[in-house]
């Protein structure tokens, strides 16, 4: 049976995903920051991660960071769960090694299929930096307005290539 880590400051959120996750057939294990987090980790039997970003002390985000950075546990597969879905905030809890995001609200349908999809895939050190230059590829382009668009993206393109 898969572990899973909660790292959530909110005792309610903590409380409704240990529920969800026991329905599901996981095991859990939760923490209110993320010294505790670091220091579960270090315990081994970790499966997965569900990290949110506003903790006290160091953030969710710089938590991604601490688990990446990490040999004994660079390939966790983490998932960050936070109500504050700016698309900077995506980019940079992808950036930071998050292999999903999952926004607040969400349904139990939502977490468990990406959860499952999550543990199934366990991406590769590889695979997370290139998902992570895809995504921020098309933020770049989506933060483009049409006034500082190139003309022509092939001439654009060809110059930068």
Same mark, same amino acid.
């Given at each position: 049976?898969?572990?899973?880590?909660?790292?959530?400051?909110?005792?309610?959120?903590?409380?409704?995903?240990?529920?969800?996750?026991?329905?599901?057939?996981?095991?859990? *294990?939760? *923490?209110?920051?993320?010294?505790? !987090?670091?220091?579960?980790? /270090?315990?081994?039997?970790?499966?997965?991660? +569900?990290?949110?970003?506003?903790? =006290?002390?160091?953030?969710?985000?710089?938590?991604?960071?601490?688990?990446?950075?990490?040999?004994?546990?660079?390939? +966790?597969?983490?998932? *960050?769960?936070?109500?504050?879905?700016?698309?900077? &905030?995506?980019?940079?809890? +992808?950036? !930071?090694?998050?292999?999903?995001?999952? /926004?607040?609200?969400?349904?139990?349908? &939502?977490?468990? !299929?990406?959860?499952?999809? +999550?543990?199934?895939?366990? =991406?590769?050190? /590889?695979?997370?930096?290139?998902?992570?230059?895809? !995504?921020?590829?098309?933020?770049?382009? &989506?933060?483009?307005?049409?006034?500082?668009?190139?003309?022509?993206?092939?001439?654009?393109?060809?110059?930068?290539?």
């Amino acid at each position: 049976m898969p572990t899973v880590l909660i790292a959530d400051d909110e005792v309610d959120h903590r409380e409704l995903l240990t529920l969800a996750l026991h329905r599901l057939g996981y095991e859990v *294990v939760t *923490v209110g920051d993320s010294t505790a !987090a670091l220091a579960r980790l /270090a315990e081994g039997g970790i499966d997965a991660a +569900l990290i949110d970003v506003r903790m =006290p002390g160091v953030s969710g985000i710089e938590l991604c960071r601490l688990i990446r950075n990490a040999p004994e546990t660079e390939s +966790l597969p983490i998932m *960050v769960v936070s109500a504050d879905v700016h698309r900077h &905030q995506i980019m940079t809890a +992808l950036h !930071a090694g998050a292999d999903d995001f999952l /926004a607040k609200p969400f349904s139990r349908a &939502q977490l468990t !299929a990406r959860l499952e999809a +999550l543990m199934r895939t366990r =991406p590769s050190a /590889a695979a997370r930096s290139a998902a992570a230059a895809r !995504a921020a590829m098309i933020a770049a382009r &989506q933060a483009m307005t049409p006034a500082t668009a190139p003309a022509d993206r092939t001439e654009a393109v060809r110059h930068t290539a």
